[in-house]
């Protein structure tokens, strides 16, 4: 009994200096490892390390002192050993700033640095311990503190990490001495974010798009349905150009967005949002492009863009960065503010020593160069334009043509009764309706010109189709200028061409339209399709009414005529023949028609005498 507990208290005397790590203190031999030679003990799961560092600010200027402490879970946990160094989040091998001398604690020198590190003195026990740090001069970037904390004994955890400090140009202001009472009463711990940005809502990136930022994602026409896998946005605040990033790839490692000046990778400025385990980061890098691409971090300015926000919930990887206008890279300017940039949105899900890995997620160019820095009067003014576009397209294809066609076709057998400024009146407002949609397309379709400066970059039949249209509908009224007179041998044959240009150009723009709702620029709403659906459902329903109407008309009257005939009527009839005729189709229908017509046309109408309609005030 007595031989085996001497044989105890030697073994233990033998192994406790080893076991308890370094009595007093750390040797410079663990400066990279942080780790105490505790042979065959391995640290504690980091996830249960009762400690953390907490410091006194997330920002720092440069030579300013920060105060950190070393605190228990709970507070009065003691600790007895400890070595702490900060860490170039960009380069975790890099060791910067300095510490100053501490209670119970020593400086040391890792690298060829000076008190880059600090370890304790002995192993007394230690409860919420103040150490303080100087970020250097030379640096600029995030840091963050690692620390291998040793409890009792052979019980201890390494990379136990401080939230991120970034270390700024000049000087903030911070609580960094005299010793803070109340700095560390928050529950931060390492790399999550703040309990504000957890609160935001994801979808509210959407926001402001096409407003008061420019956005950009992955797939085409994402933005309009809220469904982008990769966002992107930039909002210009003054001399502050933030950007925004998303993306929902659960397997997404980085977001990114290039500001490239042809469109393609190669000499591009990036700015990465990059997730590593829970934690997210902003890097700058610069593309390479044929053979080699790719993207590099190595000697380009990380201090021009920093992270406001960022997090990963559900899922989805979010940053919002804050980007100086200007930034020299591999001896390139990038001038955000006075230049224009193609925009290219990329994700990927791995990333390589020194940059980004390849987007195997998903890349996007942007088709066309913008000045991000005018953005916001341009995107009003842009959103104007855009939408008298679209307003004078419908008003002109969905109202005045259609009723002009549908004149035209029922009318001019019908509609004779009455004279307008020497025609009759189915032809004058048939005129008056191919007139507003003639001047209605020109105008939109030199709008949407001014607009863009050129031709749509997108890819979508939607431009093509319209200029079609707008060619046709142009050449209509010449047409119809020239037309042979009412008894000319030619005139079939204009009627028949006025017929099918102007049924073909109805059609044709129906179509166009339906290819606007899938334009990214137009902004339209999905269901906006089924409102176009019902108007061709409608038009098509009216087509077979009026035919219908005529067919029964013919028979009862007995008076046959064809709507495909498309005889002259444009001259004067006063003859009662006409009259009757008139009579015979819209009595069956008249009720309707001047509904009908009320629908379709915005002129207020009245029933006036018998059984046709004139317009409240005449026109010329
Ligand atoms: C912190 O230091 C430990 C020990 O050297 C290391 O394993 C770990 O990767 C470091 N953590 C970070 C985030 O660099």
Redesign the pocket.
């Known amino acids: 009994m007595k031989i085996f507990s001497t044989t105890v208290l030697i073994v233990l005397a033998l192994v406790a200096p080893n076991v308890n790590s370094f009595p007093h203190g750390a040797p410079t031999s663990v400066c990279?490892?942080?780790?105490p030679k505790h042979h065959g003990t391995p640290p504690q799961p980091p996830q249960t390390a009762p400690y953390r560092i907490e410091v006194s600010s997330p920002t720092i200027g440069q030579g300013q002192t920060l105060a950190i402490r070393i605190v228990g879970q709970p507070a009065e946990l003691p600790f007895e050993g400890f070595i702490l160094q900060g860490?170039s989040f960009i380069e975790?091998t890099q060791i910067v700033g300095t510490f100053n001398e501490a209670d119970k604690s020593k400086l040391m020198n890792c690298g060829d640095g000076n008190a880059n590190s600090i370890t304790h003195t002995d192993k007394h026990k230690k409860v919420n311990h103040y150490i303080e740090w100087n970020a250097p001069t030379d640096f600029v970037g995030e840091v963050?503190f690692?620390s291998?904390i040793l409890a009792q004994f052979d019980k201890f955890w390494?990379?136990i990490?401080s939230e991120k400090v970034n270390v700024v140009q000049g000087q903030v202001p911070i609580q960094s001495s005299p010793r803070p009472a109340t700095a560390f009463t928050t529950t931060r711990t390492s790399f999550s974010p703040t309990p504000a940005i957890l609160g935001q809502s994801q979808d509210t990136v959407y926001n402001g798009c096409g407003q008061n930022k420019v956005c950009f994602g992955l797939p085409d026409n994402c933005i309009d349905k809220m469904s982008c896998m990769i966002f992107s946005s930039v909002k210009v605040r003054g001399e502050i150009f933030e950007i925004e990033m998303k993306t929902t790839d659960p397997e997404a490692v980085y977001v990114a967005l290039g500001f490239s000046t042809d469109a393609r990778m190669g000499d591009d400025l990036v700015t990465e949002c990059v997730k590593d385990r829970n934690q997210v980061s902003v890097f700058t890098s610069y593309t390479s492009g044929p053979p080699s691409y790719g993207t590099s971090r190595a000697g380009i300015p990380q201090n021009d863009a920093t992270l406001l926000s960022g997090q990963v919930q559900n899922g989805e990887l979010y940053c919002k960065i804050q980007r100086t206008p200007r930034t020299t890279a591999n001896g390139r300017v990038f001038d955000l503010a006075n230049e224009k940039y193609h925009l290219l949105v990329a994700a990927g899900k791995s990333l390589k020593e020194n940059g980004a890995g390849y987007h195997d997620i998903g890349r996007n160019p942007s088709s066309q160069a913008i000045n991000l820095a005018v953005v916001q009067e341009i995107t009003s003014s842009s959103n104007l334009l855009i939408r008298l576009h679209g307003a004078f397209m419908i008003a002109a294809w969905i109202g005045t043509t259609s009723l002009g066609i549908l004149l035209a076709r029922y009318f001019k057998q019908t509609w004779v009764g009455s004279q307008l400024c020497g025609k009759d009146m189915w032809f004058a407002w048939h005129r008056m309706c191919m007139v507003t949609t003639w001047s209605l397309t020109i105008a939109a379709f030199v709008i949407i010109f001014v607009q863009l400066k050129g031709w749509s970059g997108e890819q979508n039949p939607h431009a093509l189709l319209g200029t079609i249209t707008t060619v046709i509908c142009f050449l209509q009224p010449i047409g119809a200028l020239f037309r042979p007179a009412p008894n000319a041998p030619s005139r079939p044959l204009f009627n028949w061409v006025h017929w099918f240009g102007g049924n073909a150009a109805h059609i044709l723009s129906i179509v166009t339209i339906f290819y606007a709702v899938k334009l990214t620029k137009a902004q339209l709403p999905i269901w906006f399709d089924w409102i176009l659906v019902a108007f061709v459902v409608y038009h098509v329903a009216m087509h077979l009414l009026f035919s219908g109407a005529a067919c029964l008309s013919d028979k009862k009257t007995a008076n046959r005529v064809s709507t495909f005939e498309m005889s002259d009527r444009t001259n004067s009839r006063k003859n009662n023949s006409s009259a009757n005729k008139m009579n015979a189709a819209v009595s069956l229908f008249g009720n309707n028609l001047k509904e009908n017509i009320q629908n379709l046309c915005v002129f207020s109408m009245h029933r006036s005498g018998k059984d046709f309609l004139v317009p409240t005030s005449s026109f010329c």
């Open positions: 990279q490892s942080l780790l860490r975790p963050f690692n291998t390494t990379g990490l």
